[in-house]
């Protein structure tokens, strides 16, 4: 079995917590599904954590959205750091493009099967 293309994580890290949650599959990784990933981690951590997290999951989304009005993200990592704290959120695209929107998708495959017909 091959590895999928667009593969990633999110994290949330530090001050003794490690959670994540992953993406690994063909297609590149819409924003709305980034979103609904990072609303995913913030609900699996405690609340207690989620909070001292506040600020970096909002600029995690703020960074999602604004990644799929610029064509989505290609292989890279950013960390959301809470200061003077290791707590902190990241984003992990380990290949392929993330937080692209659905309309990027569609033109890309109307492009890929334009180029085979």
Do not use: C
């Amino acid at each position: 079995m091959s590895k999928k293309e667009h593969r990633g994580r999110i994290q949330a890290q530090g001050e003794g917590l490690e959670a994540s949650e992953s993406w690994a599959q063909d297609e590149p990784l819409t924003a709305k599904k980034g979103l609904g990933l990072l609303r995913r981690l913030k609900k699996k951590i405690s609340e207690a954590d989620a909070a001292k997290r506040e600020k970096q999951f909002h600029k995690a989304e703020g960074y999602i959205n604004r990644a799929s009005q610029v064509g989505g993200l290609d292989p890279h990592k950013k960390t959301f750091k809470k200061k003077d704290s290791d707590a902190r959120v990241e984003i992990e695209i380990l290949s392929g493009k993330a937080f692209v929107s659905f309309l990027v998708i569609l033109i890309l495959l109307f492009w890929i099967f334009k180029l085979k017909g």
